[in-house]
């Protein structure tokens, strides 16, 4: 949890550039602050998108008792390949915050692909993270009126749902679907139940 947290931090803080230049850009925060919070923003969900599934539904991990692939190796391909599709995508000029959100289903898919049993863990985790960051969405916008103005470039272009930029949850629910499953992937692990 706490790895892939750190993981997707700094993957937030290196994708930055795309983001701040076609999806949003926070006004009035210096190079350090947007850094910490891009580091932070990558952080915290990326740490929760990969335990939700677990910790709602009561699962634990077990090791599995055939593991024919080297999940590790092909995780750094994943990696990569989810890296080089984004750039491909925001070089094409589809919108950061959807290349991103292809790249990770792209991810989710390859590995449920190899991992068959993993894909209920994507698709609920996919579901109930994004919900809490839906929630999330709600109360931020609340306590922040004109935030999503200010900051948002494209995202009444995109449209909104419930008041949320569609770009942000196609995001979430990727995040969670890529994420859930991803320690189980890596470490050759099943869930089962508590």
């Given at each position: 949890m706490i790895l892939a947290g750190i993981l997707l931090g700094i993957i937030s803080v290196l994708t930055e550039p795309w983001y701040s230049r076609d999806?949003?850009?926070?006004?009035?925060?210096?190079?350090?602050?947007r850094a910490l919070g891009d580091f932070f923003f990558g952080?915290?969900?990326?740490?929760?998108?990969?335990?939700?599934?677990?910790?709602?539904?009561?699962?634990?991990?077990?090791k599995r008792h055939n593991r024919q692939h080297h999940w590790k190796k092909f995780f750094w391909l994943l990696?990569?390949?989810?890296?080089?599709?984004f750039l491909i995508l925001v070089y094409h000029g589809?919108?950061?915050?959807?290349?991103?959100?292809?790249s990770l289903v792209?991810?989710?898919?390859?590995?449920?692909?190899f991992r068959k049993d993993l894909f209920w863990d994507?698709?609920?985790?996919?579901?109930?993270?994004?919900?809490?960051?839906?929630?999330?969405?709600?109360?931020f916008f609340s306590i922040y009126p004109g935030i999503l103005q200010a900051w948002w470039l494209s995202a009444h272009a995109s449209g909104l749902i419930a008041g949320i930029p569609i770009g942000d949850l196609t995001f979430?629910?990727?995040?969670?679907m890529a994420m859930g499953p991803i320690y189980e992937f890596l470490i050759g692990a099943k869930l089962k139940n508590k």
């Open positions: 999806y949003w850009h926070p006004e009035g925060l210096d190079y350090l602050r952080f915290f969900p990326g740490s929760v998108a990969c335990v939700i599934y677990e910790a709602v539904l009561g699962k634990k991990l077990a990696l990569l390949g989810g890296g080089a599709l589809i919108n950061s915050i959807y290349a991103s959100s292809i792209v991810i989710a898919l390859a590995m449920t692909t994507a698709v609920l985790s996919s579901l109930l993270f994004g919900l809490l960051c839906a929630t999330g969405y709600e109360i979430e629910f990727s995040l969670g």
